[in-house]
């Protein structure tokens, strides 16, 4: 009660990065999806950068005390650390502890079986989009 669960997951396939996160509310109702390419990166950064996206959106629709849960133990790893190093996705990890604390969120590493509808929404490979409602969602999600 009183807080959201976002999952995130991405997919790199034949070079495309595609992320996509799915927020629901403590009834496991819809309240936003996302679906988006994020270009030719590798699977880190794109974890990141669907993350940090999904967080956006959540700022833009003023949701906060949110439940992170991501399948990748890496990623969490770097979230949470108390340093990081010089390399460019740093600034995605400092931009994501940000978010994290203006919306009084955590995030957990949960296993990828945990995740299987937002696996199944990054295995689309539609255009990008953001859905609002569940029944505009595809049935396989």
């Known amino acids: 009660m009183g807080s959201l669960k976002i ?3 991405v997919s790199v396939r034949d070079g495309r990065a595609l992320g996509g996160d799915l927020v629901l509310d403590h009834e496991a109702k819809l309240i936003f999806a996302f679906y988006k390419e ?8 794109a974890e990141a950068l669907s993350l940090r996206y999904g967080l956006q959106l959540c700022v833009v ?4 005390k949110l439940e992170v849960e991501v399948d990748s133990e890496v990623l969490v790893r770097l979230i949470v650390a108390t340093s990081l190093v ?3 996705i740093c ?5 994501i502890r940000l978010l994290l604390k203006d919306l009084e969120s955590t995030i957990t590493h949960v296993y990828h079986e945990a995740n299987s509808s937002t696996d199944k929404l990054v295995g689309l490979q539609t255009t990008s989009t953001t859905y609002s409602i569940l029944s505009q969602l595809p049935s396989i999600v």
Not at 38 to 45: I, M, T
Not at 91 to 95: E, K, P
């Open 7 to 9: 999952n995130t997951d």
């Open 38 to 45: 994020f270009r030719e990166v590798e699977v880190l950064l």
């Open 61 to 64: 629709r003023a949701l906060e």
């Open 86 to 88: 010089g390399w460019p």
């Open 91 to 95: 600034n995605v990890f400092r931009d």
